[in-house]
């Protein structure tokens, strides 16, 4: 099977699982275990900021952000199709009480400046206000679009101007990094909290970091106990973790083959998919029906997902090599052909 599904699916390395068995660890509750704080200070230098904290998987992260920068009751302003509100089971509710201000970033994926300053929404009497503005890069449902640091900056900086934090949504920052040649640490200079997840495109079997500043981290440890993230001998994940951090740089080999994904997908009839920034294709089926290319293709020993009746997703990923990706095409074609 060539699983294009998500980045996610990729199996530990046999050295991630040498890693596991010979990883240092203790009580991680108690702080004890050193190989999670050896991938948090890791993690935290990699960023520039001053603390990180390990959590089982990048929703607990979005979720612990968002309920340590809020109180209930406030507002979070997010693009619509952002994966804390679209994909989160509505945990920004749920979990912290707070509603969503959607606004439409349109392809450019983060709002600008004036959406910001459209959706704050001052506190009085009558409103809420507006505790957060939350950003995602890459982003996910728009397509894997890399945002520029510059785009960033500007949407963080009207945020700050109206005394808003802001929280980077960064299950795959380091794919945005790569695509743009950009220093992480520049990247996320001017956002508060930054997620990033270690088991997607990096290929660790579990577990993601949140990142930020030594006061934010320390609310987000309580919280993370809250909501059943607090692990003890951890390192077992941790250190498949650190070694996952040596993936950074051959994220470039994913957008490579998702870019050779996308023409030649592009090619077949009835198909219509953009050049992706990086490692998640888009394909849209012009009369055919996506969940039916879905089935046929993983009749022939090809995986992914649809997304709607005429749009599917596709990712690369280090499983998923160059020839896996000429043969791919050639079967999703022949998969095309057969329901035409
Ligand atoms: C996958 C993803 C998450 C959540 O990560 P999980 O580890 O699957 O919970 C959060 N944000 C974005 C943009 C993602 O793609």
Redesign the pocket.
């Known amino acids: 099977m060539i699983d294009l599904r998500s980045d996610?699916v990729t199996r530990p390395s046999d050295a991630m699982r040498d890693a596991a068995r010979d990883a240092e660890v203790g009580d991680d509750v108690y702080r004890d275990d050193p190989t999670v704080n050896e991938l948090e200070r890791r993690a935290a230098d990699l960023l520039g900021m001053e603390a990180a904290l390990f959590v089982p998987?990048?929703?607990?992260g979005?979720q612990v952000a968002v309920r340590t920068h809020t109180d209930r009751g406030q507002e979070l302003v997010v693009d619509e199709q952002a994966?804390?509100v679209k994909?989160e089971l509505g945990g920004v509710a749920d979990l912290s009480g707070v509603q969503a201000r959607m606004v439409d970033a349109g392809p450019s994926a983060v709002p600008s400046p004036e959406q910001v300053r459209d959706a704050y929404v001052a506190e009085s009497l009558h409103r809420p206000g507006t505790g957060l503005l939350c950003l995602?890069n890459t982003?996910?449902s728009r397509g894997g679009v890399a945002v520029p640091a510059e785009r960033i900056a500007a949407a963080a900086d009207a945020a700050h101007d109206l005394d808003v934090p802001v929280h980077l949504?960064g299950?795959?920052l380091f794919n945005a990094c790569v695509a743009l040649d950009t220093d992480p640490s520049e990247m996320v200079a001017p956002v508060d909290s930054v997620?990033f997840?270690l088991?997607?495109g990096l290929g660790a079997p579990v577990g993601?970091v949140l990142v930020g500043s030594e006061v934010f981290v320390e609310r987000a440890r309580r919280l993370r106990k809250l909501f059943g993230g607090g692990m003890r001998q951890a390192g077992m994940i941790a250190g498949p973790g650190l070694l996952a951090l040596e993936n950074v740089s051959r994220l470039a080999e994913d957008h490579a083959n998702a870019r050779a994904l996308a023409t030649g997908l592009n090619d077949l009839p009835g198909l219509s998919v953009p050049e992706p920034d990086t490692n998640i294709v888009l394909l849209s089926t012009d009369g055919l029906s996506a969940p039916g290319l879905e089935a046929a293709a993983g009749e022939r020993g090809v995986a992914f997902n649809a997304r709607d009746a005429t749009s599917a997703r596709l990712c690369t990923h280090l499983d998923v090599s160059r020839a896996d990706v000429e043969e791919a095409v050639q079967r999703i074609a022949a998969a095309a052909d057969s329901l035409a």
Request: proline share 0%.
């Open positions: 996610t998987s990048g929703t607990m979005n994966h804390v994909w995602e982003h996910n949504d299950a795959r997620l997840c088991s997607k993601s």
